[in-house]
Every structure is written in structure tokens, then in C-alpha cells.
């Protein structure tokens, strides 16, 4: 019913006249391990060619049943447009999924360089202030303690601290965002 044949039409053809991509030589070398003992069955996919002309895939399982001249087979025959319908829409899904991919490596791959660039930034216009203000404190602290009083250094001292506080916090972002 599939291939639109009837029976006595089935009995006059080949597998050759079902099967475009075969020649009769290519067919007798597929059966031919069936043919020697030397495969029990034979499994593989073609396309069968309606009575209107038109095709469609097919998967065989062969076997031969007699070994009479001309010999009997027995095959049984899946058709599996829907898998290959199937099977096409699994490779559109994988495509656009790697193109998904694709696109969020490149966003990936923008942000780290903004990161780094950001990483950059932090390291060197934010270290520079913070050291300046250190080491003048720190002079200042040096060469002007006797000038100073208790107030003086301790302010002094509280500037330094918290420059090095600072300078740890920027060290430790900085350690953070190379992290992988």
C-alpha cells in the first residue's frame, strides 16, 4: 500500500526496481554475506521509489529464508521518514544550540575583557592615589612628629591605616576577579 503497488504488480519487480540507488550488481554484493552463510542478516537503510515516482527512506532487515534458485528472502521493511523528520529537527536543534553557544562564549569572552580592562583601571589609578596619600602621610608622620601633637599623629596614623586597608581591599578584588 505504501509504495501504491498491488501484489501482482509487487511479484513482477525486483529489489533493484525499488531501490534507484542500486544496480543490479550493487544489490547482488549487498546480499551476497547472506548469500555465502556468512551473515545470518543484513541490516540497512535506502529509499523505495513509489509507483507514482516519488520516494522515501527505508530501513531493511534481510534475511535469506531459502537458498532455491532464484533464492527467498525475507525482509522486513520500516519506513522511517519520521525518524529522518526527526533526526533533521535534532540537527537544526544542535545547530542553533551550538549557535546559542557560539554567541555566549563571544559575550563571555567581551566581558572578561572588560574585566580586565576594569581589573586594569583598579590597579593602576586607584593604587596610585592610594600610595601618594600613603607615603606623604607617612613623611609627614617621619618629619613633622615633633610638630605634631597626639591628635596630629593619630590622624596621621589613622590615614595610613586606612590607605593600606584600602590598598588590601583593591589587591583583593583584583584577586577575586581572576578567579576561573
Known amino acids: 500500500a505504501n509504495l501504491g503497488y498491488t501484489m501482482e504488480e509487487l511479484r513482477e519487480l525486483t529489489p533493484v526496481d525499488l531501490k534507484p540507488e542500486y544496480s543490479p550488481e550493487s544489490f547482488a554484493a549487498l546480499v551476497a554475506p547472506l548469500r555465502a552463510g556468512a551473515q545470518h542478516l543484513i541490516r540497512f537503510s ?14 531493511i532487515h534481510l534475511q535469506m529464508f ?8 525475507v525482509a522486513v521493511i520500516i519506513d522511517i521518514t519520521d525518524r529522518r523528520k526527526a533526526e533533521e529537527t535534532l540537527r537544526q536543534f544542535t545547530a542553533e544550540l551550538e549557535q546559542r553557544v557560539q554567541e ?4 563571555l569572552e567581551t566581558a572578561n575583557q572588560e574585566l580586565e580592562t576594569f581589573n586594569y583601571s583598579v590597579a593602576h589609578d586607584l593604587r596610585a592615589p592610594l600610595r601618594g596619600i600613603d607615603g606623604y602621610s607617612r613623611l609627614l608622620l617621619a618629619e613633622h612628629a615633633a610638630t605634631l601633637d597626639d591628635e596630629g599623629r593619630g590622624f596621621l596614623q589613622n590615614i595610613i591605616r586606612a590607605t593600606q ?15 576561573e
Open 46 to 59: 535506502t529509499v523505495h521509489r513509489r509507483k507514482d515516482g516519488s520516494s522515501y527512506p527505508v530501513e
Open 66 to 73: 531459502s537458498d532455491e534458485s532464484p533464492p527467498v528472502f
Open 165 to 179: 586597608h584600602m590598598g588590601q581591599l583593591i589587591e583583593d578584588l583584583l584577586a577575586y576577579s581572576r578567579l
Open 104 to 107: 555566549r562564549t563571544a559575550k
